[in-house]
C-alpha cells in the first residue's frame, strides 16, 4: 500500500536540491552595506531613515547623483515597501553606473520592522535653532 518505505524509493543526496538563500537581507548584511534609500523626501522627513543610508531619490538626476559615490563600497538599494520594479531599473542604473550595488527586497517597512533597525527622525524644530 505505501511504496515510500522501499528502499529503492529513496531520495539520493546528489538528487536534493539545495535551499535558495533567502531573497530579503539579514542583519548583518544591512549592517555592512551602504544603503541608497530611493524614497521621496517627503517619505524620508515622515518615515526617517536608516542609519547607514543616503537619500537619492529615484528621478530624472537619479544616475547623475550615483556618479558622486564612491565606487569602493558595496551598495543596497532600498525603497519603501521593495517593490521589485523600481529597485531592479534602479540596480541595472547603479550597475551601468559601475557601482557594486544590489536591490534590496521588503524595502524600509522591512528593514525596519522586521529586522528591528530603529529609523532615525530628524527633528526640524532643533535644527532651525542652529547656528
Do not use: H, Q, W
Not at 564612491?70 to 531599473?89: A, F, H, P, W
Amino acid at each position: 500500500m505505501f511504496n515510500f518505505f522501499k528502499k529503492k524509493n529513496r531520495t539520493k543526496s546528489s538528487d536534493m536540491v539545495s535551499p535558495k538563500k533567502d531573497p530579503f537581507p539579514d542583519y548583518d548584511e544591512i549592517k555592512n552595506l551602504t544603503l541608497i534609500d530611493i524614497r521621496d523626501p517627503e517619505d524620508v522627513k515622515y518615515y526617517g531613515r536608516v542609519e547607514n543610508s543616503i537619500n537619492i531619490p529615484f528621478d530624472e538626476y537619479f544616475a547623475s547623483k550615483l556618479l558622486m559615490l564612491d565606487k569602493n563600497k558595496k551598495y543596497g538599494i532600498m525603497d519603501l515597501r521593495g517593490i521589485v520594479s523600481d529597485l531592479k531599473e534602479a540596480e541595472r542604473i547603479a550597475k551601468e553606473i559601475g557601482l557594486d550595488a544590489k536591490a534590496l527586497r521588503g524595502g524600509f517597512f522591512y528593514i525596519t520592522e522586521v529586522l528591528n533597525i530603529k529609523p532615525i527622525k530628524e527633528d526640524n524644530e532643533c535644527s532651525n535653532f542652529r547656528k
